[in-house]
């Protein structure tokens, strides 16, 4: 499913509204039997996975302990559809080392929520154990290292002014609406300043950058660069 972005305006006409209800109460008066049938299986209802128990599982299954922040850089993916991914870059022992995790159980929210559907719990650790993680190390040049750390701050600022072109959008009362797209996450820590910030934009894809937002495009970049390593 591609994503689609809606530019629309709040102040919706009621006519189409009405119409579909015109058309549905005149599809059930014409066929008695759909509408017996909608009152024999009536629409059942679960609690979904909330936000912050699929966090808490991402953490543990990426192995991410904030209260340890031994990184330079994490980039973390979280799609609609795809499996989810984070990267993590950081210096040790003279080397930049980058740490590659990969769900191998597909999009780890759906499998969470299905698992609500079924009568499960919200159990984090018993949560992460259903997962697999496919994980990767690998060591980059410190001179591709210093080419996303230098072309960050531009791609943030230029972010920025974009998300205050869509305030003052909003004000106006339009609205910038990304349908299946994903949720990224940028970690940032260098000389004891500390940074994090996660936005929503366009769906990952495995054959071109996307993102609105440049912040996106550059995450997509490095996520692009590190599959290529070896």
């Not at 015109?22 to 059930?28: A, C, D, E, T, W």
């Not at 230098?150 to 072109?165: I, W």
Request: proline share 2%; hydrophobic share 40%.
């Amino acid at each position: 499913m591609t994503n689609r972005r809606l530019k629309m305006n709040l102040r919706v006409s009621l006519r189409i509204g009405f119409s579909l209800v015109v058309m549905l109460l005149f599809q059930l008066s014409a066929g008695g039997s759909q509408t017996s049938l909608l009152a024999q299986d009536p629409l059942k209802s679960y609690k979904v996975i909330s936000r912050k128990t699929y966090e808490r599982v991402l953490d543990t299954v990426f192995q991410r302990d904030e209260a340890n922040r031994d990184y330079d850089f994490v980039l973390r993916f979280e799609p609609s559809i795809a499996p989810e991914s984070q990267i993590v870059i950081k210096r040790a022992a003279g080397k930049t080392q980058i740490i590659e995790y990969t769900s191998l159980s597909g999009n780890i929210y759906r499998k969470l929520d299905n698992i609500m559907a079924n009568g499960g719990k919200e159990d984090i650790a018993e949560m992460a154990k259903l997962v697999q993680v496919r994980k990767r190390l690998v060591e980059v040049r410190d001179a591709q290292v210093n080419q996303w750390r230098g072309s960050l701050p531009g791609m943030m600022a230029a972010s920025m002014k974009l998300l205050e072109q869509r305030s003052a959008e909003a004000a106006r009362g339009i609205g910038t609406i990304t349908i299946d797209g994903t949720f990224y996450t940028l970690w940032y820590d260098q000389v004891g300043s500390h940074l994090s910030i996660g936005v929503w934009d366009h769906e990952v894809s495995n054959r071109e950058i996307t993102g609105e937002l440049e912040l996106v495009q550059w995450m997509n970049v490095v996520r692009r660069d590190v599959e290529k390593l070896k």
